[in-house]
């Protein structure tokens, strides 16, 4: 919930888009006999270069279920119209929604302790630290030490988080 992201498309990419994810929330579709939970995304677009038609600027609102799509667009318009389209019916069958939590959360000051054994090399576990110490436009540096087994290691990640997950930016380490 509130992660942002921007794009550009259309024809030249004359549209542009800054879209937010608001969370989710049950929501009434005819497709469907009862309410359904739906990740609601609201962006806002601009069409460039459309001076005294605004009906492709404006509010876009999508509510997608998981395991379907979208099942209901509401889009207002610039000039002030209001469409709004909903799933009529499908052969699609709603899924239980993955949790709305960041699997990796890149937040200042985060602690984090993995314990990692093998009982064919490494009968005593090897414990490490992890810090989320520096966070900066949706990157972080992660450090990372030994805290007790046979294999020692020290080191540094850079990640990023975008819409498309984490990525790895740079790293440096040193283990023996």
Do not use: C
């Amino acid at each position: 919930k509130g992660t942002s992201w921007s794009g550009t498309g259309g024809f030249q990419n004359d549209v542009t888009s800054n879209s937010t994810y608001l969370g989710t929330e049950k929501i009434t579709v005819p497709a469907f006999p009862t309410p359904v939970t739906a990740a609601k995304v609201r962006t806002q677009i601009t069409q460039a270069g459309a001076i005294g038609d605004p009906y492709g600027s404006g509010i876009r609102t999508t509510w997608w279920v998981y395991g379907v799509g979208p099942v209901k667009v509401e889009f207002q318009h610039a000039g002030g119209a209001v469409t709004t389209s909903v799933l009529q019916t499908t052969n699609q069958v709603v899924k239980p929604s993955p949790p709305d939590l960041s699997y990796f959360p890149l937040t200042r000051g985060l602690k984090l302790k993995y314990e990692l054994t093998n009982t064919m090399h490494l009968k005593k576990p090897s414990i490490s630290s992890f810090v989320v110490d520096q966070v900066s436009n949706g990157s972080a540096r992660v450090t990372a030490k030994s805290v007790s087994g046979p294999i020692k290691i020290a080191a540094a990640y850079g990640f990023t988080l975008r819409t498309d997950g984490v990525s790895s930016l740079w790293a440096a380490t040193q283990s023996a």
